[in-house]
């Protein structure tokens, strides 16, 4: 009886809903309110230290051996960012189809492990990253000296490892909302599957490709803490700024280089990406069958799966490995007890996954209205087009920097609870990747289908439930899995803004400890595994497998 009472009010609830939502005070208010919210929590506290201490610049014109060592820093930084991220598309778009487009039973374990580099903490990925290729008790072991030495190469390799899902994260979240009916009526007029996908998928996926070079691009620029563990002599932005810590000139330097010269190169992105014509029209009807054939595809998904293995998976989880030692040295029972460090460890992994689930929440409330903001032109082609700059501008400041700016901008809530000033870091760190997400698929819906709905008489929250979220459900849980991670794995934000010990802080003062590599190992292991777990039940969940 109360199940029958329960599924008379849903229809109840939902149309009294839709009626408020066709208001134009009350859509306003929440456009506003959106607004309000991305620029006194998202993007000002990032460059309110920038602003403070702009005069500080003057430190850097004036000296002109450090002002051509700042520009060769920012050089590197956008030279290693361009072609990482160029390789994350080439590279990542075919795991993304491998994982939409195949049909083994484990390719929500293979979804689930292309998040890995996003779990591990950014210090510890680095760390994990030099150990694989460039200490001798790892890759290196097999041929008796570093495989990789410290240097530009193996900043590389770490920055493609970290950037690589993001890319894949994006891409399988715009590929599962992709209707295949269109592919398949080109496959029926006779198109071989490359044809289809060249011709038909990709130019409909352009948003979304566009949305992953972009994340890519800037989460490179900004990254410090990894690559602080393998830069060796090789220096970026970043690295530039952390090696002249506490001195205000450089950092602003370096961030507003940084901020002006990527809001540039986005606003390119934004002015000529949707009219790039992709791909090449021309058709080659017997060469793109041969390349459709299966054994081409066997070879680009074994390709893909090595590169992934060998390149990502593997050297970023290498960190973890003394964990079996752990298991086997009897550590194992000392952590599961909770035994001398592994009580703070069990406080901190709680305290990082509350975070995380908290920011995941509050941003999918606060960023959704934005991408609709952005993708639908709700406030005019030319504002919409600044916010949609404006949102990256919080990953592309340095995290050094950036943790900097907001403990500046949030010493002056000093009655505000420190879980909150947490909370609210991470907002501003993790906000640019669900709005990017989001806002290309619903760039990819034509509004020829939102008004097809309004003329049967739909309202405003109508149209999205009914036709908006279906096609952009996994988009929308791409995008939150990528907070998730995001949030969960940060280090250097966390470790300036508040006192609380996350999960990542933790570790990373267990490598400044030099706490056994067992202890390390392990510690990193489990929150490999619980985040592991924790993901594959999302999509479990969300049941995304029948359209794969």
Same mark, same amino acid.
């Given at each position: 009886m109360q199940a029958e009472r329960t599924n008379l009010l849903k229809p109840k609830i939902a149309k009294a809903l839709d009626k408020l939502s066709s208001k134009t005070a009350i859509k306003n208010t929440i456009y506003i309110v959106s607004i309000i919210i991305f620029f006194a929590l998202i993007l000002f506290p990032p460059i309110l230290g %920038?602003?403070?201490?702009?005069?500080?610049?003057?430190?850097?014109?004036?000296?002109?051996?450090?002002?051509?060592?700042?520009?060769?820093?920012? !050089?590197?930084? *956008? +030279?290693?960012?361009?072609? #990482?991220?160029? %390789?994350?598309?080439?590279?990542? #778009?075919?795991?993304?189809? &491998?994982?939409?487009?195949?049909?083994?039973?484990?390719?929500?374990?293979?979804?689930?492990?292309?998040?890995?580099?996003?779990?591990?903490?950014? !210090?510890?990925?680095?760390?994990?990253?030099?150990?694989?290729? $460039?200490?001798?008790? =790892?890759?290196?072991?097999? *041929? =008796?000296?570093?495989?990789?030495?410290? =240097?530009?190469? /193996?900043? #590389?390799?770490?920055?493609?490892?970290?950037?690589?899902?993001?890319?894949?994260?994006? &891409?399988?979240? +715009?590929?599962?909302?992709?209707?295949? @009916?269109?592919?398949? +009526?080109?496959?029926?007029?006779?198109?071989?599957? /490359?044809?289809?996908?060249?011709?038909?998928?990709?130019? %409909?996926?352009?948003?979304? /490709?566009?949305?992953?070079?972009?994340?890519?691009?800037?989460?490179?620029?900004? @990254?410090? =803490? !990894?690559?602080? &563990?393998?830069? $060796?002599?090789?220096?970026?932005?970043?690295?530039?700024?952390?090696?002249?810590?506490?001195? +205000?000139?450089?950092?602003? *330097?370096?961030?507003?280089?940084l901020i002006v010269l990527s809001s540039l190169v986005f606003v390119t992105i934004r002015l000529l990406g949707p009219r790039l014509k992709m791909p090449v029209r021309k058709v080659w009807p017997k060469a793109e069958r041969k390349l459709s054939s299966s054994t081409i595809a066997s070879s680009r998904n074994g390709i893909t799966l090595l590169v992934f293995l060998v390149i990502v998976l593997v050297p970023s989880l290498f960190v973890a490995v003394p964990a079996f030692e752990a298991i086997f040295a009897g550590v194992l029972p000392e952590a599961l007890g909770g035994v001398g460090v592994w009580g703070d460890y069990w406080q901190s992994i709680s305290l990082s996954y509350f975070v995380g689930i908290i920011v995941t929440l509050l941003n999918v409330v606060i960023g959704l209205p934005m991408a609709i903001i952005i993708a639908r032109r709700k406030i005019g082609n030319g504002p919409s087009a600044v916010l949609d700059v404006l949102v990256n501008i919080p990953i592309i400041v340095p995290s050094v920097a950036l943790g900097a700016s907001l403990a500046i901008f949030w010493e002056n809530f000093a009655f505000m609870p420190e879980i909150w000033l947490l909370i609210f870091a991470h907002l501003s760190i993790t906000y640019p990747y669900f709005v990017r997400s989001m806002s290309a698929a619903v760039e990819r819906i034509s509004m020829e289908l939102e008004e097809a709905g309004r003329t049967l008489g739909a309202k405003p929250l109508g149209v999205f439930r009914t036709i908006i979220f279906p096609l952009t459900k996994y988009s929308m849980l791409s995008g939150a899995i990528m907070m998730f991670t995001r949030s969960v794995s940060e280090t250097g934000a966390t470790l300036v803004v508040s006192n609380l010990v996350t999960a990542p802080v933790l570790l990373v003062n267990w490598v400044k400890n030099e706490v056994p590599t067992s202890t390390l190992g392990l510690g990193c292991g489990f929150l490999i595994l619980f985040s592991f777990i924790i993901l594959l039940v999302l999509r479990l969940v969300v049941k995304g497998r029948e359209t794969y």
């Open positions: %920038i602003i403070i201490k702009w005069g500080s610049i003057e430190d850097v014109l004036n000296q002109p051996e450090l002002m051509s060592e700042a520009l060769n820093a920012i !050089a590197a930084s *956008f +030279a290693v960012a361009f072609f #990482v991220s160029f %390789i994350d598309v080439v590279a990542g #778009v075919p795991m993304a189809w &491998m994982i939409t487009r195949g049909n083994s039973k484990w390719l929500s374990v293979l979804d689930t492990l292309s998040d890995i580099p996003f779990i591990v903490p950014t !210090a510890t990925l680095g760390y994990s990253l030099f150990l694989f290729w $460039g200490d001798l008790g =790892g890759l290196s072991s097999l *041929f =008796g000296v570093p495989f990789v030495s410290r =240097g530009w190469l /193996l900043v #590389v390799l770490l920055h493609f490892a970290f950037s690589f899902p993001v890319v894949v994260r994006v &891409m399988v979240g +715009a590929s599962l909302d992709y209707k295949l @009916e269109y592919e398949q +009526a080109s496959r029926t007029l006779g198109a071989a599957p /490359l044809t289809a996908a060249r011709t038909v998928t990709f130019p %409909i996926l352009k948003h979304s /490709l566009i949305a992953s070079f972009t994340l890519a691009f800037a989460r490179s620029l900004s @990254e410090t =803490g !990894a690559t602080m &563990m393998v830069a $060796g002599a090789f220096v970026n932005g970043p690295i530039f700024i952390n090696k002249h810590i506490g001195e +205000a000139g450089p950092l602003v *330097f370096v961030s507003a280089i």
